[in-house]
Nanobody, 121 residues
Framework: QVQLVESGGGLVQPGGSLRLSCAASGLFFSFYAMSWYRQAPGKERELVATIASPSDSTNYADSVKGRFTISRDNAKSTVYLQMNSLNPEDTAVYYC??????????????WGQGTQVTVSS
């Protein structure tokens, strides 16, 4: 059974930082492209950042470029999102996503349960 468990969310003041983690189990982690999405109240879910497999190349939404960094540790089956210079517009539920990127995993698509990030003074 595949599980993606996010952690690290919380309340932070504008200008502050948080690091989100997503621990994966039940899948061959290194075969999956990993992404972070977010969904703010009343808005559609949007892609924040992706780290590919096997290249580890990264892509970011324009709104977070230069502030957020996605990384992965295949030995720990964990993906991270370092978020700096947070502003109230970053407030959302953040979701981890795993998408199969290699033979035998293509078509697989898994989601975590989400972690709340609130940026407020």
């Amino acid at each position: 059974q595949v599980q993606l468990v996010e952690s690290g969310g919380g309340l932070v003041q504008p200008g502050g930082s948080l690091r989100l983690s997503c621990a994966a189990s039940g899948l061959f982690f290194s075969f999956y492209a990993m992404s972070w999405y977010r969904q703010a109240p009343g808005k559609e879910r949007e892609l924040v950042a992706t780290i590919a497999s096997p290249s580890d190349s990264t892509n970011y939404a324009d709104s977070v470029k230069g502030r957020f960094t996605i990384s992965r540790d295949n030995a720990k089956s964990t993906v991270y999102l370092q978020m700096n210079s947070l502003n109230p517009e970053d407030t959302a539920v953040y979701y981890c996503n795993a998408r199969g990127a290699r033979s035998g995993t293509r078509g697989n698509d898994y989601w975590g349960q989400g972690t709340q990030v609130t940026v407020s003074s």
